[in-house]
């Protein structure tokens, strides 16, 4: 059974896809994959796996293409030697008809509502934008509201979490904090009486807390909006950003379950005692084990945030002579520290970043090797100053400097006509 559906884009193409599998779901009851992609040797054609329907077989499905990422014609088949389906089989009709209503329907998106509730050293103030709203649970945590939309709940409640997560890892950037989340059964929440934000655009230390309450920067609220437009089109720039904060986000989570500056105690007890949760306490008392690790694997992630974050624009130009980048990495992100912060930083977090490399690929911790009960002084000859020093990166520094940097980035450059 081969059917026509000429779509020219792969985003085109996708959208198609997403809206005809909800429309089979819709149709049959059901729509599950056994699903095994590979290229056929049939030119330009691709196979998906087997779709379950709950009809007396699963069905064969591939696609045709003219450009990669296209759709020209889709076929629905027999497994057994991927035989055409017979016109007298009952559900041959329904697929058809299904393909149509697909095409019909394509692009004419439900929208569905979704409220989790967001975990921190304290609640985050409650704002309510355009597309989002933020509440206080049980004098506790905060609650966010938004809708995403898309053509069945299987297909949005996977967009909602990468949006969460995406919201969580530029909390983190804009607050110095670290999130959790989990989904919540709807109860009634609070609204502040009025907003609050940031009193210091510019802080670099801490958390911003006032009146109890974690809050953000006016172009922060106006930054979750972008993120939470369920209308906005992918954006490359957007989702580098992003993807960089993420990097922050985990490098936070790691940073925390030691000890954290911002709290009088173990993030793992504070975090108990405030918000009980059995799947948080038992996330980061897994954490709180792992002890120096989580020191290098936050000093990586904190130092390859600033990293993704030089990706930004960046088109990669060789040398003619030698072949080699005209623009290190290491130099790139030297470059962007230090138009936000100072030579004397983006010096410190070159360093930094050296050390990064040599632990990566040659395995020098950034931890000592040789720990004592209290400091002594001890020599090392790879050492610029001469001495083996405990901890090679000041992971509290690190911490706020990819941040500022993170912050400022997007309030000069991502901000856009929404400012």
Not at 232 to 251: I, P, Q, V
Not at 252 to 263: A, E, I, L, P
């Amino acid at each position: 059974m081969e059917l026509n559906i000429g779509t020219t884009t792969d985003e085109e193409s996708n959208d198609f896809l997403r809206c005809l599998w909800a429309e089979m779901a819709k149709e049959f009851g059901k729509c599950g994959w056994n699903y095994a992609p590979n290229k056929k040797l049939i030119k330009n054609r691709i196979f998906f796996g087997f779709m379950d329907i709950g009809v007396e077989t699963d069905i064969a499905v591939s696609i045709t293409y003219k450009e990669r990422g296209t759709i020209k014609n889709i076929f629905f088949e027999l497994p057994d030697k991927l035989d055409a389906i017979p016109k007298s089989m009952e559900f041959y009709h329904r697929l058809k008809a299904v393909v149509k209503n697909a095409k019909l329907n394509n692009g004419h998106y439900t929208s569905f509502q979704f409220s989790p509730v967001i975990f921190s050293y304290k609640a985050l103030a409650t704002y309510e934008g355009k597309y989002f709203k933020t509440d206080i649970v049980d004098n506790g945590p905060t609650r966010l509201r938004f809708e995403i939309k898309g053509y069945d709940r299987n297909q949005v409640g996977g967009k909602a979490v990468k949006k969460l997560k995406q919201v969580m890892s530029f909390l983190s950037i804009e607050t110095n904090a670290p999130y959790m989340w989990e989904e919540h059964t709807e109860e009634h929440g609070r609204m502040l009486e009025t907003e609050i934000f940031q009193i210091d655009n510019n802080f670099i230390d801490g958390v911003p807390i006032v009146d109890n309450y974690i809050v953000l920067s006016k172009e922060g609220k106006v930054f979750l909006d972008k993120i939470l437009n369920p209308d906005e089109r992918d954006d490359e720039n957007l989702d580098l950003f992003l993807k960089a904060c993420h990097h922050f986000y985990t490098a936070k989570r790691y940073d925390s379950v030691v000890f954290d500056n911002y709290s009088d105690d173990l993030l793992v007890v504070d975090v108990k005692e405030k918000y009980p949760n059995d799947s948080l306490d038992r996330e980061l008392s897994i954490s709180l084990s792992r002890g120096e690790s989580n020191t290098e694997i936050a000093t990586t992630l904190y130092l390859s945030a600033l990293e993704v974050l030089t990706l930004i624009n960046y088109k990669d130009e060789n040398c003619s002579s030698c072949g080699q980048p005209k623009f290190q990495i290491s130099k790139r992100v030297r470059s962007l520290v230090s138009h936000y912060l100072n030579d004397h930083v983006a010096q410190m977090l070159n360093e930094y970043y050296d050390k990064r490399s040599k632990y990566l690929h040659t395995g020098i911790k950034l931890t000592t090797d040789e720990p004592t009960t209290s400091l002594i002084p001890l020599l090392d000859k790879d050492d610029k100053s001469g001495c083996k020093i405990p901890i090679q990166v000041s992971l509290l520094n690190l911490r706020e400097y990819v941040s500022y940097c993170l912050r400022k980035y997007y309030k000069e450059n991502l901000l856009g006509k929404v400012k």
